[in-house]
Nanobody, 123 residues
């Protein structure tokens, strides 16, 4: 059964750090780009970061560039999102999903969404 499971969310003060994990099962992670998306209350789901399958190229939306780092460990079947210098506007449910094609920002291109992990940034 194809599955992606997110973990690592929680409550953090502004300026703090969290590391999210997206663990895959039921398929070969190496063959897929993995994207991180987030959805805040009342807002549309937006792409945050993506890592390609071919050469591990990484992509970030402008609001997280320089603060977030995506990486993958195919042996552990896990993709990570290291989030530093967190801001209140980073508060959202974070999801990961897979894409057999190249990285992109359209959620419609992704499949096998996880259940999400809540990230709350507040003092």
């Amino acid at each position: 059964q194809v599955q992606l499971v997110e973990s690592g969310g929680g409550l953090m003060q502004p300026g703090g750090s969290l590391r999210l994990s997206c663990t895959a099962s039921g398929f070969t992670l190496d063959y897929y780009a993995i994207g991180w998306f987030r959805q805040a209350p009342g807002k549309e789901r937006e792409g945050v970061s993506c890592i390609s399958s071919s050469d591990d190229s990484t992509f970030y939306t402008s609001s997280v560039e320089g603060r977030f780092t995506i990486s993958r460990d195919n042996a552990k079947k896990t993709v990570y999102l290291q989030m530093n210098s967190l801001k209140p506007e980073d508060t959202a449910i974070y999801y990961c999903a897979r894409d057999f094609g190249p990285c992109g920002w359209d959620p419609e291109d992704f499949e096998s969404w996880g259940q999400g992990t809540q990230v709350t940034v507040s003092s």
